[in-house]
């Protein structure tokens, strides 16, 4: 109404700037604004507003980080922002005081997982995160603990061998009800020096 107002004002008639000044103040929506034709010096403080609608100024400290994985890698970190509830992207923005603490787990992570680029760390972590967003259960890490490639002499095998070891851990976890990969090789590794 106070649009349609305005709008008849400035077309046919004399109009007082104050008047008109608190009657824009009642107006909402933006196309309404430009609708009741206002004067040259009242358009000013609407386009300020749109400016600020459109690019809010924001003072956030921030750092920037770009993530680069393989095809299948970021599948699986698709997967998991996806999972999280609610509208997720991929360009997120978060609290400077978490960068370190992102930092430092990935640190935590390579170390552990004897990782030596952040990317596969990362990779990894996601994976992990998949894991636990799609079963619900975290494994403990309480205690000390080894990193496989210390055991194994490496953290890579042969695909023929991985298949192998991949079926008889599978075969003992379900035989067993066990939660874990690592407890299946050692009752497989156990189980070979018993009869040795």
Do not use: C
């Not at 109009?15 to 107006?27: F, G, H, K, P």
């Not at 034709?37 to 980080?65: H, N, S």
């Not at 005081?97 to 990782?115: T, W, Y």
């Amino acid at each position: 109404m106070a649009a349609k107002v305005l709008a008849h004002n400035n077309i046919v008639g004399f109009s007082d700037l104050q008047v008109m000044a608190q009657l824009s103040q009642e107006i909402t929506d933006i196309d309404d604004k430009l609708e009741a034709f206002l004067p040259e010096e009242l358009q000013a403080e609407i386009e300020k507003e749109l400016d600020a609608l459109l690019a809010p100024k924001l003072d956030l400290q921030w750092k920037t980080v770009t993530l680069a994985f393989l095809p299948d890698q970021l599948e699986t970190f698709t997967d998991l922002i996806e999972s999280i509830p609610g509208r997720q992207d991929l360009v997120a923005v978060g609290e400077t005081n978490l960068f370190d603490r992102f930092v430092k787990a990935v640190e935590g992570f390579s170390r552990f997982h004897d990782v030596r680029s952040a990317n596969m760390a990362i990779a990894l972590m996601a994976k992990v995160g998949l894991d636990v967003a799609q079963t619900g259960e975290v494994q403990e890490l309480e205690g000390d603990w080894v990193s496989l490639a210390e055991v194994l002499g490496g953290l890579r095998v042969p695909k023929e061998a991985g298949a192998v070891i991949k079926e008889a851990v599978k075969a003992v976890k379900k035989d067993q009800e066990l939660k874990h990969s690592w407890q299946a090789l050692e009752l497989i590794a156990a189980d070979y020096l018993a009869g040795h």
